[in-house]
């Protein structure tokens, strides 16, 4: 009678059972025996912080510039807070009562600067759990929205529910700027996504233990909590903070008085305001001071010009003309482009102020025609010349483009 070689369950007992050469398995040692996989390999796979092979950060800056053109400086400060979060994360007790705080920073910058793509380029090299999230969708517990704890939660999920491998992980912060209380005065009531927000996100920020909940918020209320400690976990804020260069400007001109008012003045750059932000200016903005001093690290995004746009168009690993070439490549279609094709797309990017992101946007308005019709035509090659460009924007109503 056939049986299970493992267990010694015969046909009649179990469910299935599966032949092999010699022997036989049944559906319950089948079961059993993926746990055990799961279990044994999933402890291997786990990356050990002691063991992380730590990058410099002119290795960390360096890697960043393979992605990321121009804004040297915001780089060079997200190389050494991830520098030093992992030195804290491999730090070990000799005795001498020194703790390391983490430093946690937040990015200004106009839209379209990099903001997102610096975060995101992290990511591709990072040993520790990594994830963005936005802070429009956050509210204040019992509005409709998310919960602050959602942040973890995502955090959670891309460390595969590992409690420890996320509490030493970073979490970007995209729109912190949209959670600003609208009037410089304390709100005496609930305020749905503003100071109520900030106020939750004090926590977090600082380092205390917050129970997560692993599927997300109020959709699940019978799912057990998960306490998180957050005292490791590194925070990056991100924000446009669309009009700061008016507070920034308020406070330089009360502050230059006197004979050499005049000479400082000249030295001020009026076209990049954003060099000179301070944390009062945050505040002003519409940050309340705990959080500002939670955020230590405060840092800048240039804004790009035409040099930087026309360098994103071709020299990135990841560049907008990279892609589109490759994709007709699939095709087997050699794609090029004229030089004056790459300095009309910028001129129009400058135009309407979109910023890097906007180079896309204006790409698939010239290539959406070519990308429809060349996979049907059988052709080898294609080049987008400078009157192809610019008759293929013609038909696009401009100012639908500038307000994507």
Do not use: W
Request: with cysteine; glycine share 8%; aromatic share 6%.
């Amino acid at each position: 009678m056939d049986k299970c070689s493992f267990c010694g369950r015969t046909k009649k007992e179990a469910n299935l059972l599966v032949a092999g050469l010699e022997g036989h398995i049944c559906d319950h040692c089948i079961e059993q025996a993926y746990s055990i996989m799961n279990e044994e390999l999933g402890s291997k796979k786990n990356i050990s912080f002691d063991t992380i092979n730590l990058l410099k950060p002119a290795e960390i800056k360096n890697f960043l510039d393979q992605y990321v053109i121009g804004q040297d400086m915001a780089k060079k400060i997200i190389s050494v807070a991830v520098y030093n979060h992992y030195k804290r994360l491999m730090q070990k007790s000799d005795g001498d009562d020194i703790e390391i705080e983490k430093s946690n920073i937040i990015l200004v910058g106009e839209t379209g600067t990099g903001k997102t793509l610096l975060a995101r380029t992290v990511a591709k090299m990072l040993h520790v759990p990594f994830t963005i999230v936005d802070a429009t969708v956050l509210t204040e517990a019992g509005y409709v929205g998310e919960d602050i704890e959602s942040l973890l939660t995502r955090l959670l999920q891309n460390a595969d529910y590992d409690v420890k491998a996320a509490e030493k992980g970073i979490v970007f912060i995209d729109e912190i700027d949209k959670i600003a209380r609208k009037g410089d005065n304390p709100s005496i009531t609930r305020d749905v996504s503003g100071e109520g927000v900030q106020q939750g996100l004090l926590k977090l920020l600082e380092g205390s233990i917050v129970n997560v909940p692993p599927q997300g918020g109020r959709k699940h209320p019978e799912q057990k909590m998960i306490p998180v400690d957050t005292k490791n976990v590194l925070f990056i804020c991100g924000g446009a903070f669309e009009g700061i260069e008016k507070k920034i400007a308020q406070r330089m001109n009360t502050q230059i008085v006197g004979y050499g008012a005049a000479k400082i003045r000249e030295k001020v750059d009026k076209d990049n305001l954003l060099k000179y932000i301070a944390p009062q200016d945050l505040r002003a903005y519409g940050l309340i001071p705990e959080i500002i001093g939670r955020l230590p690290v405060v840092t800048h995004l240039d804004p790009l010009d035409r040099k930087a746009l026309r360098a994103i168009l071709t020299e990135p690993k990841n560049a907008l003309v990279k892609q589109y070439i490759k994709l007709f490549k699939m095709d087997n279609i050699e794609l090029t482009f004229d030089e004056g094709v790459l300095e009309f797309i910028v001129d129009k990017a400058i135009e309407f102020k979109l910023g890097a992101r906007g180079l896309r946007s204006i790409c698939e308005s010239i290539m959406l025609d070519a990308m429809f019709e060349m996979p049907s035509l059988g052709k080898d090659e294609l080049m987008i010349t400078i009157d192809y460009a610019a008759h293929k924007l013609e038909h696009i109503d401009m100012q639908v483009l500038k307000a994507s």
